[in-house]
């Protein structure tokens, strides 16, 4: 589906705050309600957003996270993700090319809920090796 600067002036806005009522996003955008309610069920029905979501403050997120760097065995790949995808503690896992196979991003409580999420990690198998990254501190964070 195609989108024009309307779409994106009203898409631009929800990313700011999506619960903004449609009264306001009309306002903002010097629509009729009834217009910018209709774009809303087009942008949806077609895709385009898929959904509405939650964000919590960075107080309420587990305070470690952590990147593992994943190396996995040919044609292990779904054996390897359905475990990831049993550990409570991986919030995130993304295919890449290069020197390793998975970005796996990792959220935990402390640092022996991490240690033993990396070590379930490596023990898995189908997995060659790991490199696991601690972060300590964001400085950019565009989708916040």
Known sequence: MQTDETDQALLDLLADNARTPVATLARRLGLARTTVQARLDRLESSGVIEGYTLRL?????????????????PRSAPAV????????????????????DLIVGIEAATTEALDDTLDRIGETRGVKGSESLIQLSTKLDRRA
């Open 57 to 73: 403050a960075d107080r309420l997120r587990a305070p470690l996270r952590a990147t593992a760097l994943v190396s996995i065995e």
């Open 81 to 100: 993700l359905a475990r990831l995808r049993s550990l409570p503690d991986v919030r995130t896992v993304h295919t890449t090319s290069g020197r390793f």
